[in-house]
Antibody
Framework: QVLLVESGGELAKPGGSLRLTCVAS????????MAWIRQAPGKGLEWISY????????QYADSVKGRFTISRNNANNSLYLHMNTLRADDTAIYYC??????????????WGQGTAVTVSA | DIQMTQSPSSLSASIGDRVTITCRAS??????LSWYQQRPGEAPRLLIY???TLHSGVPSRFSGSGSGTDFTLTISSLQPEDFGTYYC????????FGQGTKLNIK
């Protein structure tokens, strides 16, 4: 069974830091690009970052560039999101997501259950 | 950035109805378009990619069409488990989602 399990979400203060972790199982993690997508309360979906399977390619949305860092450890099937200088508008559920690439087409085909981050004083 | 606009923002339909949701891109995205379903309290689920390719395990009552800037998601005969919010998403230039279409029971 293909599974992504996130952890690390909690209440943090503005300006603080958090590290989210996602552990993958049921597929060859090192073969896939991975991403983080977030959803603010009652709002839509926002892609924030992805990392290639070899870690050679990384991209960020402008909203988190310079504050968040994505990384992965293929040896232990883990994806991370290091979040610094947190702001109230970072409050959201953060989903770990697998990126399906078929030819030139890409889609997010496996989603974790999400971990909730709340930024408040 | 490419903007994705869905319509309607919400709609009400009955079991057995044919439902169509549209998604418009602010510039051409060829067929780099996916559709997702999100039921309340759950993570999103991939339905369609490449504008019209049904993802594995998705019922055949779902279909997608379009290319360039205009796309549609159609549910041929609405079932109880189909209620929730639907999102389109382009992968032509990074990844941008539409604002969502909430599908309610009439």
């Amino acid at each position: 069974q293909v599974l992504l399990v996130e952890s690390g979400g909690e209440l943090a203060k503005p300006g603080g830091s958090l590290r989210l972790t996602c552990v993958a199982s049921g597929f060859t993690f090192s073969d896939y690009y991975m991403a983080w997508i977030r959803q603010a309360p009652g709002k839509g979906l926002e892609w924030i970052s992805y990392i290639s399977n070899t870690r050679h390619t990384i991209q960020y949305a402008d909203s988190v560039k310079g504050r968040f860092t994505i990384s992965r450890n293929n040896a232990n099937n883990s994806l991370y999101l290091h979040m610094n200088t947190l702001r109230a508008d970072d409050t959201a559920i953060y989903y770990c997501v697998r990126l399906l690439i078929i030819g030139e087409q890409e889609a997010f085909d496996v989603w974790g259950q999400g971990t909730a981050v709340t930024v408040s004083a | 950035d490419i903007q994705m606009t869905q319509s309607p923002s919400s709609l009400s339909a009955s079991i057995g109805d044919r439902v169509t949701i549209t998604c418009r891109a602010s510039q051409t995205i060829d067929k780099y378009l996916s559709w997702y379903q999100q039921r309340p309290g759950e993570a999103p689920r991939l339905l369609i990619y490449a504008a019209s390719t049904l993802h594995s395990g998705v019922p055949s009552r779902f279909s997608g069409s379009g290319s360039g800037t205009d796309f549609t998601l159609t549910i041929s005969s609405l079932q109880p488990e189909d209620f929730g919010t639907y999102y389109c998403q382009q992968s032509y230039s990074t990844y941008i989602f539409g604002q969502g279409t909430k599908l309610n029971i009439k």
